[in-house]
């Protein structure tokens, strides 16, 4: 039993290492009362109220798992209603409760008006997270208006936190940025109509006036939302003591009406504490994402070797130039060929061609299968890029459907990388998508989607519904790619999909739900993807964070070597992106002894536990370690040498201190015990600019 519950007013959720405290007091406000390391004695919390300072209002100073706007609060609250004769606040008349073996159901309902809040929790006790969600619903006549509706409030006592969060743009996500909450409040957020490459959906804090985050020590509390559009975390430091933190579909521009009998649910957040430091919340929520969120077909095996044409073709698809690259890639191990933007019809550039999702026969006189075949033939797998949530203004769709955009009538609509966004709230649009995509995944031998998303969303205005609904359309839209993701998915279950919005767009555990993989960044530079794949990898699995080796590194223009290249990209799943019929024969051979070392490696890195043992944020060297099954992989790397010293020594983590482990270092094999690496640690030279080392221990006899 994970959930327990103590005389009617205690609440435990325990997991392995953790116990998350509710307590329901005779003011029938559930709080928190304790979240941290695990308590077993329960009993040890009745009648423990949460300490107030003197002259504070009560709720205000309770550390609230549903404040809602209202009442003697002035704290961020986590709901917002307005019932039909402007009433704004929400009171609660009495509470029920639910338990079962590891859910807990706490049923909130009004005083006076017939309208309640399920708080729903759920346990997993081996991976140590706690779910936490919420479903409102209106059991009157009148209708009853969301003006907000987070999923999650969570309440830590004292002062002095520090958050983490990330900032970035297109081609620098995942920036990750670290700031004292000592006053006032700190928002995350988004309202592009995807997560984008800003903020993330989650929370990571810790007491940090004076220690700043660290790896492998100190308390972190942290969760993540499941979910794909526009959110909201708030971190606030109240006055009564305590940090307040909400977090949820952003309330910006948001309302939704909830007319006699419905239901509204929030998404779900996962959430965790760990005295490990952000090293032991990594393992715990890529643990907890493999077992319980991503897609189970392929969630614990390692995705296969890929190439992908964009950045040797881009718009200029050809069949036979494809099937040429197909060979090459073959050659150097490839298991996936992609041909990704560029084989539909009209597509010559990205100003045309987005909804006709039809081959070119322009560019594929036979269709796709000429190369589907001699894909298959060459013993790979077969893989297209598509965008369905966009159309282009030329193209058949938008000619024939000028009304299936959003768009202000009265308004020029705004275009961003000279496309609309079509409106996914409507049906006929989801079934048009549906069917001709279903379509082309029924007519070809295809095994793999990469789903994009190019443009952040604006004036959201459907003819499809009353102008006074159209704030609920951000979450409509998310809803509408949700189903039409689950509904390909459910036709064609033996497909692969990975997830993209103009690189790190939509990284979030709402597409990790639906998507196989995700492609992070379009910046390809082997040593700024170092740096956005250490901090990508905090709450998002290795496995799910593609990593390509291209030609010229995208953004930077720098000239990086071919092994410091391939090992960037052998951190994550690896692809490769390279011209290869620009390629000399010699690179390319060059390339097959690495995608082969990859192959030997690839369980460990894609299924291993992560250890981020240096930064070169505040190292000279950055150095990634995974331990696998018998086995573990260290990659370091040195950008460039600092005053003539190239030692640098390195201790691992996450071996077997009595196993002892064989290693080849510059052509030298050692072998040496676990607790030898783990405390003595490695020696290794690394000279000049961007020079890198990969060493495979392997176990003996493990
Ligand atoms: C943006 C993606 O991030 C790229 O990888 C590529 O697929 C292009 N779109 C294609 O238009």
């Not at 706690?130 to 059991?139: G, L, S």
């Not at 804090?205 to 975390?233: A, I, M």
């Not at 009265?410 to 379509?439: F, H, K, P, W």
Request: hydrophobic share 35%.
């Amino acid at each position: 039993m994970s959930v327990k519950g103590y005389e009617n007013e205690i609440y435990a959720l325990q997991t392995r290492h953790t116990s998350y405290i509710i307590r329901v007091g005779e003011d029938r406000i559930p709080e928190n009362v304790y979240w941290g390391k695990r308590i077993d004695r329960i009993e040890d919390f009745a009648g423990e109220a949460s300490p107030a300072p003197v002259n504070m209002q009560a709720p205000h100073c309770l550390r609230e798992e549903c404040a809602s706007f209202g009442g003697m609060r002035f704290k961020e609250s986590s709901m917002k209603v307005c019932f039909a004769d402007g009433v704004r606040d929400f009171r609660i008349g009495r509470v029920y409760v639910e338990t079962e073996e590891n859910r807990l159901e706490l049923v909130l309902e009004d005083e006076c008006y017939p309208f309640r809040v399920r708080l729903c929790y759920e346990v997993f006790e081996e991976e140590d997270v706690i779910k936490k969600w919420r479903i409102v619903e209106n059991t009157g006549e009148a209708p009853v208006v969301l003006e907000r509706i987070f999923s999650a409030q969570f309440g830590l006592p004292g002062t002095g936190y520090e958050s983490l969060n990330y900032n970035g743009r297109w081609g620098m996500e995942f920036q990750a940025v670290s700031e004292k909450i000592t006053s006032g409040k700190k928002v995350y957020e988004s309202f592009h109509g995807l997560t984008a490459h800003g903020n993330n959906p989650v929370f990571i804090v810790h007491k940090g006036l004076e220690e700043p985050f660290r790896e492998n020590q100190g308390e972190v509390w942290f969760g993540s939302l499941e979910y794909s559009g526009n959110f909201k975390t708030i971190v606030e430091a109240v006055d009564a003591g305590f940090l307040n933190i909400v977090i949820g579909i952003n309330d910006t521009d948001f309302a939704w009406t909830l007319k006699s009998g419905e239901s509204f649910e929030a998404p779900a957040v996962y959430a965790g504490y760990t005295d490990g430091g952000l090293e032991d919340m990594s393992h715990r929520m890529h643990r907890f994402c493999r077992r319980h969120l991503m897609p189970s077909g392929l969630a614990d095996k390692p995705l296969p070797v890929l190439y992908n044409s964009w950045y040797s073709t881009a718009f200029d698809v050809k069949c036979e130039e494809q099937i040429a690259l197909a060979e090459k890639a073959a050659r150097l191990g490839v298991e996936l060929f992609v041909v990704d933007d560029g084989w539909f019809v009209g597509r010559e550039h990205d100003r045309a061609g987005l909804g006709d999702w039809y081959v070119d026969r322009k560019k594929f006189p036979q269709g796709l299968k000429p190369l589907t075949e001699a894909v298959r033939g060459l013993g790979m797998r077969f893989g297209l890029w598509i965008e369905p949530e966009m159309v282009n203004p030329e193209s058949r769709l938008y000619r024939l459907h000028p009304d299936w955009i959003y768009r202000y009538q009265t308004r020029e609509v705004l275009m961003g990388r000279n496309q609309y966004i079509l409106d996914m709230s409507r049906q006929e649009v989801l079934e048009y998508l549906a069917e001709c995509l279903d379509t082309l995944l029924s007519e070809n031998d295809i095994s793999y989607i990469k789903w994009d998303m190019n443009r952040y969303a604006s004036e959201m205005a459907s003819g499809g519904l009353p102008a006074e609904e159209w704030k609920s359309l951000w979450h409509r839209h998310s809803l509408g790619v949700q189903w039409l993701i689950n509904t390909l998915r459910e036709k064609h279950p033996e497909v692969e999909f990975e997830a993209c919005a103009a690189g790190g767009g939509r990284v979030d555990y709402g597409a990790m739900r639906r998507f196989d993989e995700y492609w992070p960044s379009d910046n390809t530079d082997p040593l700024d993807r170092l740096f956005i794949q250490e901090n990508y990898s905090h709450l998002y699995p290795v496995k799910y964070m593609r990593a390509w080796l291209t030609d010229d590194f995208g953004m930077d223009g720098r000239k990086i070597p071919l092994s410091f290249a391939m090992h960037s990209a052998m951190c994550g799943s690896l692809g490769i992106g390279t011209d290869l019929n620009r390629t000399s024969e010699e690179k390319r051979e060059e390339i097959k002894g690495y995608v082969e070392t990859y192959k030997r490696i690839r369980n460990t890195v894609q299924l291993g536990e992560l250890y981020r043992l240096r930064s070169l944020k505040n190292s000279d060297i950055q150095c990634v370690q995974y331990v696998g099954d018998g086995q573990s992989a260290v990659f370091v790397f040195l950008d460039h040498e600092r005053y003539g010293d190239p030692l640098q020594s390195i201790t691992l983590r996450g071996l077997k201190e009595d196993s002892l482990y064989r290693f080849v270092l510059d052509d030298r094999e050692i072998v040496k015990s676990g607790a030898y690496l783990m405390q003595a640690g490695i020696g290794l030279r690394l000279c000049g600019d961007y020079d890198s080392r990969l060493l495979i221990l392997e176990e003996i006899n493990a």
